[in-house]
């Protein structure tokens, strides 16, 4: 019956003959314990004659659900991090939540979520670039378990390499997963980008922990993105003055007070942020460098000018 629902909860359609089949069971088993399911709240469609078969369709109730493992550490991480604020007006319902969760799952999956969780400093925002999931469980869980381990990486030059390090933190800022580490072969600490590397593996030893040099993991992987080249160097001046604005941009900006004002001066690879930082800034500002901002607030003023309603 478990894999039977396993294979129903795909939601498409299976023919009798074939679900029979993988399930090497004969059509009166089948029939059986699809009405075993629908006694358990499964809403089973089934379609009589010879070419008939059965889909799973959504019901009033939600009815217990199997989950392969990556789905329930997927489910347990996002409920933790909806548990931890990060979506308001859910903490306590993702709490409740959690501890079931968490209740069902056999000690290999609870030991992943929890590296991944205990091991994973701040929350990305959306959008970001994809990463690969697996990969980020093997960190989490060298981190927690001081576990050296390689990986693919490449790098900012598009140069490819394989690296060796002593995994310290994973740290997520703006829209990107870092791993925080000491590199074996270089011989010091770097900051590498999650979505950059393949192929990651654990190798089954032990180190003896570093001391990172910096007050923290997030304080170091920010003061490496700040010293790389940038794409843009944004300048805006701004009406605001500069303790609000610091406020809100944190270290990712230099604020300096001009007159009533400020002047706010942002190397950035996008301009995703800055454009998010100057709608959210209840301020007049004038986009001093480079070209590229004053054509994206142009082209998001006429988003936004559209969207108002017409008085």
Not at 217 to 224: L, Y
Request: include cysteine; hydrophobic fraction near 40%; charged fraction near 25%.
């Amino acid at each position: 019956m478990l894999r039977l629902l396993s294979l129903l909860q795909t939601h498409r359609y299976w023919p009798g003959g074939e679900l029979a089949g993988r399930l090497e069971v004969s059509p009166r088993t089948l029939r059986r314990d699809i009405d075993r399911l629908r006694e358990l709240g499964y809403d089973v469609d089934a379609v009589r004659g010879v070419s008939g078969g059965y889909q799973l369709r959504a019901g009033g109730a939600l009815p217990p659900l199997l989950l392969e493992d990556e789905e329930a550490v997927a489910i347990a991480v996002g409920l933790h991090t909806a548990a931890s604020g990060a979506v308001a007006g859910m903490e306590e319902t993702a709490v409740q939540a959690l501890a079931k969760v968490i209740a069902l799952m056999p000690p290999r999956l609870r030991r992943r979520m929890d590296a991944l969780r205990s091991q994973t400093d701040g929350v990305p925002w959306g959008g970001g670039p994809a990463v690969d999931a697996t990969v980020l469980s093997v960190l989490a869980q060298a981190c927690r378990d001081d576990e050296p381990v390689t990986f693919d990486y490449t790098a900012r030059n598009a140069e490819p390499s394989q690296r060796r390090v002593e995994p310290h933190r994973l740290v997520s800022l703006g829209r990107r997963w870092y791993l925080v580490a000491y590199d074996r072969d270089r011989q010091d600490w770097r900051s590498f980008r999650v979505d950059r590397m393949s192929d990651a593996a654990a190798t089954g030893q032990r180190f003896r922990p570093r001391e990172l040099p910096a007050a923290d993991a997030a304080t170091f992987v920010q003061a490496g993105v700040r010293s790389a080249p940038q794409r843009y160097d944004v300048r805006v001046r701004l009406d605001a003055d500069a303790e609000t604005v610091t406020a809100f941009v944190g270290r990712w900006a230099t604020v300096v007070p001009d007159g009533t004002g400020c002047v706010m001066h942002m190397p950035s690879d996008s301009l995703d942020w800055p454009l998010m930082v100057l709608a959210h800034l209840d301020s007049d500002f004038t986009v001093e460098h480079p070209p590229e901002l004053v054509d994206a607030v142009a082209r998001a003023a006429e988003r936004f000018g559209r969207a108002a309603p017409q008085m």
